[in-house]
Nanobody, 120 residues
């Protein structure tokens, strides 16, 4: 049973930074294509970033967010800089067994999410 637990969400001012973490248990983080999605109120869940062999980013976060993983700690991270009000959402950690994670339909396992609120 794969379990994903997010942490690090909170309230931050526009222009600020925040780092999210996703602790993975049940499998090693390098086994899967790992990623982050987000869902703002009233909107569909959308892709943010993914990592396995390569990293992939949504255009809306490219140059501001960095996805990384620590295989020794079995943890996935999302470093978020230059945050904007439109980044406000619940952020979900995701794992997919197939390569090229970029859609919610590809996800095999989800975390419960962590809320990020950016005040303008």
């Amino acid at each position: 049973q794969v379990r994903l637990v997010e942490s690090g969400g909170g309230l931050v001012q526009a222009g600020g930074s925040l780092t999210l973490a996703c602790a993975v248990s049940g499998r090693t983080v390098s086994t899967y294509d790992m990623g982050w999605f987000r869902q703002a109120p009233g909107k569909e869940r959308e892709f943010v970033a993914s990592i396995k062999v390569i990293t992939t980013y949504a255009d809306s976060v490219k140059g501001r967010f960095t996805i990384s993983r620590d295989n020794a700690k079995n943890t996935l991270y999302l470093q978020m800089n230059s945050l904007k009000a439109e980044d406000t959402a619940v952020y979900y950690c995701a794992a997919a067994s197939r390569f090229g994670l970029s859609r919610a339909t590809q996800v095999d396992y989800w975390g419960k999410g962590t809320l990020v609120t950016v005040s303008s």
